[in-house]
């Protein structure tokens, strides 16, 4: 097989994959320009600054979940600071 066969016959489609082709694969970070990888979130990140938030399943009221959702994107960490007010104040127990 020609080391670089082209990606796309003549009628546009695209042809799979070798594992050859996938051994010369490099990193996003070593081929994209920096702007473009800062725009596509791949460069690469360090230590997480925050603590990691624990991933559950949870059960809520459905005027309560479509009250927190109606307020658009960042639902969820408003729904988290909410519960951390409410904590300031009240037991779980």
Sequence with gaps: MNPRAPLIDADGEVRELSAADMRKFKPATEVLPLELQKTLGVSPRGPQK????????????????AAF?????????????????????????
């Design 50 to 65: 925050a603590p990691t938030k624990v991933a559950v399943t949870v059960r809520y009221s459905p005027d309560v979940l």
């Design 69 to 93: 959702k109606a307020t658009g994107a960042g639902w969820q960490t408003r729904m988290d600071a909410a519960l951390k007010d409410w904590l300031k104040t009240h037991s779980p127990a």
